[in-house]
């Protein structure tokens, strides 16, 4: 484990009291959560214990119905504006890609900020081929997703949410859908993206990555938030006895 | 042949086997892959040998292409008598425009193509200033084929006719319901109540009326709901049917293109920040309208095709002139020539669309290029 010289104290997400239904059925109970600037937190836990849900809420893809959510200083309520002012500053990745197949890999990059953002088309391409080169692939900027390998696919969407210059990244299961000798450069690039200093929460089951960067791993099971840690403590000592269970299912295959 | 060895790794590609490709290997496995499929393709070609001689016979060795009546040309010749097309193809084409100023349709017509080119192909060289001439195009085309402008004789909407016609209300229709059928699509998918409900609405009701209904109001009462004082000419408010009517058909079908989007699209737009427009435009309309290119398609070569349904309000389609042809005593009986023409000048336009079709579907496919 690296120790992360990029953490602050400074608050950038705090939750508060969260819950959320899907109709009758109570998805989230009680959720309170603060993440610092900097700081890469790790959400692990069984399939439909709640963790994509809890971070699809942090950029309103998800509507809770109780408690609080405040992004950047902004509460996010159903007010248009606020919602537009937060999604800009939180990038998304998703398990499936969501790439837009009937546009480039540049366009991919550049739509949002010339259409979001304002930014003149020459700055934005030129944005979206550094951080592609960032992503090792700039030799593809003018192919369209559907030419590429899965991996590829998902570092184009990583450097398509940069080019907003978000300030907070969250990862939803991003190596779910990859074949295993994919599943390694798309984590290299997160690594690499956590060397910058970027806020990141990430939804994984990629227990390596959690050791390697999570300043905090926090473990989920049917809505709550049973345990959270620091990888050293986390692995090695997990309190509760779910997390044990979790933990063994997982490493010992 | 030999089997060599290689060390493992080392697998040379090899050619197929002979007879599994080219045109050989084609023949083979589609014409003669079986004795019973071989007999077929004999049988089948020795009657195409018949019944391409006898078509061959009818149409051009043994017919007549100039006669003053039937009886004129069966003394010629027994094959199709084709001197009622070409003594009448004036009117065939142009109705009963007159016949000094038919030059102003043909012009409208040629620039047509001009007007079309920079929306239909979109690698078009110099696209930009083709489209200006594409938004000024309508008006260019009312004023020459009314008149009544520019010391352009002014001509009734009644003497208008023949393939002119079909090409007037079918380009027409086409160009509004396209635009229309969006919006409805778009209304029927809102999530403001009035507008969905006024889009279902009106979706169900042109849907579920028949078009010759719709045609007869046209023709007798529209007039009667719109402002008193307005007084559209009967060929506009046609067009105005037409372009209602296969709108419906087509925010359908582009709702089923909507549809098949997955989810996740509207996730990743909405996790960029794209507010609802932006989403439309960007990620909705371009991967819908791909999807939907068959059946949109679809529904304007039904519209074409049934812009001969206004013979019945007493417009004078292509089939109507025909039938003027046809009851005259000269050209008595000769239906099957009268017809096909027809038929075949119906089937080189919706022929065309569908070959467009093809070709903006095989463009748009961003999957394997």
């Given at each position: 484990?690296?120790?992360?010289?990029?953490?602050?104290?400074?608050?950038?997400i705090?939750?508060?009291?969260?819950?959320?239904?899907?109709?009758?059925?109570?998805?989230?109970?009680?959720?309170?959560?603060?993440?610092?600037?900097?700081?890469?937190?790790?959400?692990?836990?069984?399939?439909?214990?709640?963790?994509s849900?809890?971070?699809?809420?942090?950029?309103?893809?998800?509507?809770?119905?109780?408690?609080?959510?405040?992004?950047?200083?902004?509460?996010?309520?159903?007010?248009?504006?606020?919602?537009?002012?937060?999604?800009?500053?939180?990038?998304?990745?998703?398990?499936?890609?969501?790439?837009f197949?009937h546009?480039?890999?540049?366009?991919?990059?550049?739509?949002?900020?010339?259409?979001?953002?304002?930014?003149?088309?020459?700055?934005?391409?030129?944005l979206?081929?550094?951080l592609?080169t960032?992503?090792?692939?700039?030799e593809?900027?003018?192919?369209y997703?559907?030419?590429?390998?899965?991996?590829?696919?998902?570092?184009?969407?990583?450097?398509?949410?940069?080019?907003?210059?978000?300030?907070?990244?969250?990862?939803?299961?991003?190596?779910?859908?990859?074949?295993?000798?994919m599943?390694?450069?798309?984590?290299?690039?997160?690594?690499?993206?956590?060397?910058?200093?970027?806020?990141?929460?990430?939804?994984?089951?990629?227990?390596?990555?959690?050791?390697?960067?999570?300043?905090?791993?926090?473990?989920?099971?049917?809505?709550?938030?049973?345990?959270?840690?620091?990888p050293?403590?986390?692995?090695?000592?997990?309190?509760?006895?779910?997390?044990?269970?979790?933990?063994?299912?997982?490493?010992?295959? | 042949?030999?089997?060599?060895?290689?060390?493992?790794?080392?697998?040379?590609?090899?050619?197929?086997?002979?007879?599994?490709?080219?045109?050989?290997?084609?023949?083979?496995?589609?014409?003669?892959?079986?004795?019973?499929?071989?007999?077929?393709?004999?049988?089948?070609?020795?009657?195409?040998?018949?019944?391409?001689?006898?078509?061959?016979?009818?149409?051009?060795?043994?017919?007549?292409?100039?006669?003053?009546?039937?009886?004129?040309?069966?003394?010629?010749?027994?094959?199709?008598?084709?001197?009622?097309?070409?003594?009448?193809?004036?009117?065939?084409?142009?109705?009963?425009?007159?016949?000094?100023?038919?030059?102003?349709i043909?012009?409208?017509?040629?620039?047509?193509?001009?007007?079309?080119?920079?929306?239909?192909?979109?690698?078009i060289?110099?696209?930009?200033w083709?489209?200006?001439?594409?938004?000024?195009?309508?008006?260019?085309?009312?004023?020459?084929?009314?008149?009544?402008?520019?010391?352009?004789?002014?001509?009734?909407?009644?003497?208008?006719?023949?393939?002119?016609?079909?090409?007037?209300?079918?380009?027409?229709?086409?160009?509004?319901?396209?635009?229309?059928?969006?919006?409805?699509?778009?209304?029927?998918?809102?999530?403001?109540?009035?507008?969905?409900?006024?889009?279902?609405?009106?979706?169900?009701?042109?849907?579920?009326?028949?078009?010759?209904?719709?045609?007869?109001?046209?023709?007798?009462?529209l007039?009667?709901?719109?402002?008193?004082?307005?007084?559209?000419?009967?060929?506009?408010?046609?067009?105005?049917?037409?372009?209602?009517?296969?709108?419906?058909?087509?925010?359908?079908?582009?709702?089923?293109?909507?549809?098949?989007?997955?989810?996740?699209?509207?996730?990743?737009?909405?996790?960029?920040?794209?507010?609802?427009w932006?989403?439309?435009?960007?990620?909705?309309?371009?991967?819908?309208?791909?999807?939907?290119?068959?059946?949109?398609?679809?529904?304007?070569?039904?519209?074409?095709?049934?812009?001969?349904?206004?013979?019945?309000?007493?417009l004078?389609?292509?089939?109507?002139?025909?039938?003027?042809?046809?009851?005259?005593?000269?050209?008595?009986?000769?239906?099957?020539?009268?017809?096909?023409?027809?038929?075949?000048?119906?089937?080189?336009?919706?022929?065309?669309?569908?070959?467009?079709?093809?070709?903006?579907?095989?463009?748009?496919?961003?999957?394997?290029?």
């Amino acid at each position: 484990m690296v120790t992360n010289k990029n953490k602050s104290s400074t608050p950038v997400i705090q939750i508060k009291e969260m819950h959320k239904w899907f109709a009758n059925f109570h998805v989230l109970k009680n959720i309170s959560l603060g993440v610092n600037q900097g700081e890469r937190i790790v959400i692990c836990g069984p399939s439909g214990s709640g963790k994509s849900t809890l971070i699809r809420c942090i950029n309103r893809l998800e509507v809770h119905q109780q408690g609080d959510i405040i992004v950047n200083n902004v509460e996010l309520t159903g007010d248009l504006k606020n919602l537009e002012a937060i999604r800009s500053d939180v990038g998304m990745v998703f398990q499936s890609f969501n790439l837009f197949p009937h546009l480039t890999v540049l366009e991919n990059c550049t739509l949002a900020p010339i259409w979001v953002k304002k930014l003149p088309k020459k700055d934005s391409e030129e944005l979206a081929m550094e951080l592609l080169t960032r992503v090792k692939i700039p030799e593809q900027a003018l192919k369209y997703p559907g030419q590429l390998s899965g991996g590829q696919q998902q570092r184009v969407a990583i450097a398509r949410s940069l080019c907003m210059q978000p300030k907070i990244m969250l990862f939803d299961e991003p190596t779910s859908a990859l074949d295993p000798e994919m599943i390694k450069e798309v984590l290299d690039t997160m690594i690499e993206l956590a060397e910058t200093g970027m806020t990141m929460l990430v939804v994984t089951h990629e227990m390596g990555f959690a050791k390697k960067v999570a300043d905090s791993v926090i473990f989920m099971d049917e809505g709550e938030i049973i345990e959270q840690n620091d990888p050293k403590n986390f692995f090695n000592n997990p309190k509760n006895d779910r997390t044990k269970l979790f933990l063994s299912q997982i490493l010992n295959h | 042949m030999s089997e060599k060895t290689y060390k493992p790794g080392n697998y040379p590609d090899l050619p197929p086997p002979p007879g599994t490709v080219g045109v050989y290997g084609w023949i083979r496995q589609n014409l003669f892959s079986s004795i019973s499929n071989s007999l077929l393709t004999i049988i089948s070609v020795v009657l195409l040998y018949y019944l391409i001689d006898g078509i061959i016979g009818w149409f051009f060795l043994d017919a007549v292409f100039d006669a003053d009546s039937k009886i004129a040309c069966r003394k010629i010749d027994d094959g199709a008598c084709w001197a009622v097309i070409t003594r009448r193809v004036g009117q065939f084409v142009y109705g009963f425009y007159p016949e000094a100023e038919r030059w102003r349709i043909d012009i409208t017509f040629l620039t047509m193509f001009v007007a079309f080119a920079p929306l239909l192909y979109p690698d078009i060289p110099k696209r930009k200033w083709l489209l200006y001439f594409s938004v000024f195009y309508p008006f260019f085309a009312f004023v020459l084929i009314m008149g009544g402008y520019f010391g352009l004789q002014k001509i009734e909407y009644s003497l208008f006719g023949g393939f002119m016609l079909t090409v007037i209300l079918g380009v027409c229709g086409i160009v509004c319901s396209l635009p229309l059928g969006i919006l409805l699509a778009l209304g029927r998918q809102s999530n403001l109540t009035v507008v969905r409900t006024l889009s279902v609405c009106f979706i169900e009701f042109m849907r579920g009326v028949p078009l010759i209904t719709l045609l007869f109001v046209a023709s007798s009462m529209l007039n009667y709901f719109l402002p008193p004082g307005t007084n559209f000419s009967i060929l506009v408010r046609v067009i105005i049917m037409f372009t209602f009517f296969s709108a419906a058909y087509i925010a359908e079908v582009i709702r089923g293109g909507i549809q098949a989007i997955p989810k996740g699209q509207y996730e990743a737009a909405d996790a960029l920040g794209m507010n609802y427009w932006q989403k439309t435009r960007f990620i909705t309309l371009p991967q819908a309208l791909k999807i939907s290119i068959p059946g949109i398609v679809n529904t304007f070569i039904g519209l074409y095709k049934d812009t001969t349904l206004v013979v019945v309000i007493g417009l004078l389609d292509p089939l109507g002139i025909g039938r003027a042809a046809l009851a005259d005593t000269k050209w008595n009986g000769l239906s099957t020539e009268t017809y096909l023409f027809v038929a075949l000048f119906f089937f080189v336009s919706c022929f065309a669309m569908s070959r467009y079709s093809l070709w903006l579907e095989n463009k748009l496919n961003t999957d394997q290029k």
